[in-house]
C-alpha cells in the first residue's frame, strides 16, 4: 500500500517529504490561490493586449520609418515569438 499524504488522497512517493506539502496547489488557502489566479491572469491579458495595442500601429511604423510591411510587422513577429518561448 502506498502511503498517502495526510489530508489528502495524493499518493506519496520517495520524492515528497512532509515539508513539501505546502507545495501542493490543493493545500493553498483561498486567499493565496485567489492571489495566484488573479496575477496569472493579469499577466496574461498584458502580454496579449500587447500584440492588440502594437497592430494597429503597423501602418504608423512604415511610414515614420520608410519600411515595408515585411520590415513593419517584425516588430510583432519577434515580440510573439518571444512571447511563446
Known amino acids: ?6 489530508g489528502t488522497n495524493i499518493p506519496m512517493f520517495s520524492a ?4 513539501m ?9 483561498f486567499r493565496k490561490r485567489a492571489f495566484t489566479t488573479f496575477s496569472i491572469s493579469l499577466l496574461t491579458f498584458g502580454v496579449y493586449i500587447g500584440s492588440a495595442i502594437y497592430t494597429p500601429a503597423i501602418p504608423g511604423i512604415m511610414q ?3 519600411v515595408s ?3 513593419g510587422t517584425l516588430g510583432l ?9
Open 69 to 71: 510591411l515585411t520590415k
Open 16 to 19: 515528497f517529504h512532509t515539508d
Open 21 to 29: 506539502v505546502f507545495y501542493f496547489f490543493s493545500n493553498w488557502s
Open 1 to 6: 500500500m502506498i502511503p498517502k499524504i495526510p
Open 77 to 85: 513577429t519577434l515580440y510573439i515569438l518571444g512571447k511563446h518561448l
Open 64 to 66: 515614420e520609418f520608410g
